[in-house]
């Protein structure tokens, strides 16, 4: 399999080697060997590549949280200005972009609707139309395969940082797909070219590429981690701890005020496919419950074929929410620059399901009442398909 990078490398475009470029990346941003794209480019193509641009987390992804801010700094690398996307602002401004005239975007996406780095590519698109500056995109692979999708699609009254546009929080797209149907389906019209990846299948999971993962941000180690982000990332809108200062995020979820045994007993007649709970402790390092001991889960993902992770971490929720009314929280803003909705609305994409599960209607109802959306987005997305 070659990646985007590859591609563009071994038969760059003609008519872009006469122009100046930008390019947006960070540290998972690497070539089949490793290499950094920022390297690559700049050693084969000096005279293009005038600036750098970084996603949220920083180009080295050393920020851990949302609201973290990274400055505009110089690569030691390169030399090249580094212009932060997730600052002051987190659009690309007309004075970041006065010296380029294409933007290559290579960002390494987790598949899951609330990652941010999407919704920086969609701003990138609308500044770009806006300042006549063109986009291509170098795609890479949808870690967690381009086949299934999950989840109720997003509220547009819901629209923020952390859902940009209304599609599944699992959508099965790479960013080059995405970046086509946001072009077309949110009325952006720029520019735009994708570098298609040669040899990858929708079907496939990152580990069955030859591809190094790099993590795409600091707390996403490896690709058991981004198999359970499209639901474990709701914890981020309640007071359990998503396992943030531990060496396993996403993976564990906990808190003070969970027995483990009293959750296992209300779901024993609830059947989640492909994953088995087991019970663990930690204690983490920072962030939520900072140096006390959680009780919780670790969740092991034995047939991600049939592992929904959406419906599994919703039923968790619920059932965490209903057996610890007077301990459990929805977390208050702010949170990724909305300083009025709450949180796990937001991540949602949808404030009736929060409600629902507060009343005690099953997951299982929930989902059934959300196909319909499902389905017409996946109807949606056939004619921005690039692999088979």
Not at 126 to 141: F, H, M, N, S, T
Not at 156 to 184: C, D, I, K
Not at 332 to 350: A, F, S, V
Request: proline share 7%; with cysteine.
């Amino acid at each position: 399999m070659s990646l985007g990078i590859d591609s563009f490398l071994s038969n760059p475009p003609e008519e872009l080697q006469r122009k100046r470029w930008g390019l947006l990346s960070n540290q998972a941003s690497v070539d089949r060997f490793g290499n950094y794209s920022k390297d690559l480019l700049q050693g084969k193509f000096k005279n293009n590549l005038k600036c750098l641009f970084s996603p949220q987390h920083g180009f080295w992804g050393t920020e851990q949280d949302n609201m973290m801010e990274t400055p505009d700094v110089p690569d030691p690398g390169t030399g090249l200005p580094i212009y932060s996307l997730y600052s002051h602002t987190r659009r690309p401004t007309k004075q970041m972009m006065e010296t380029i005239e294409v933007l290559l975007i290579d960002l390494q996406d987790v598949g899951t609707r609330i990652y941010t780095f999407i919704t920086t590519l969609a701003y990138c698109l609308q500044e770009a139309r806006k300042q006549g500056k063109e986009i291509v995109v170098l795609d890479r692979p949808n870690p967690i395969g381009g086949t299934v999708v999950e989840g109720n699609v997003l509220n547009p009254a819901w629209t923020s940082f952390v859902g940009v546009h209304p599609m599944p929080m699992r959508y099965g797209l790479t960013m080059g797909e995405l970046a086509g149907l946001f072009n077309q389906e949110m009325d952006i019209r720029a520019e735009l070219k994708v570098i298609p990846m040669e040899g990858w299948h929708r079907s496939r999971y990152f580990d069955q590429n030859n591809s190094p993962w790099i993590m795409p941000s600091p707390n996403m180690p490896g690709l058991s981690t981004a198999l359970v982000y499209p639901g474990q990332v709701l914890w981020e809108g309640t007071n359990v701890s998503e396992g943030r200062g531990t060496t396993r995020p996403f993976e564990v979820f906990g808190a003070p005020f969970i027995n483990p045994r009293e959750v296992k007993d209300y779901l024993k007649d609830i059947s989640l496919p492909g994953v088995r709970l087991i019970e663990i402790a930690f204690r983490p390092t920072f962030q939520k419950w900072q140096g006390e001991e959680c009780r919780g889960f670790f969740l092991w993902v034995f047939d991600r074929q049939v592992f929904k992770p959406y419906f599994t971490s919703l039923t968790l929720l619920q059932a965490v929410q209903t057996l610890y009314k007077d301990a459990f929280q929805w977390k208050t803003p702010p949170y990724e620059y909305e300083t009025r909705r709450l949180p796990i609305n937001l991540l949602i994409g949808d404030q009736e399901i929060r409600q629902a599960l507060e009343k005690g209607q099953s997951v299982t109802e929930l989902e059934d009442s959300w196909m319909v959306g499902v389905n017409d987005f996946l109807k949606l997305r056939q004619k921005y398909l690039l692999y088979p």
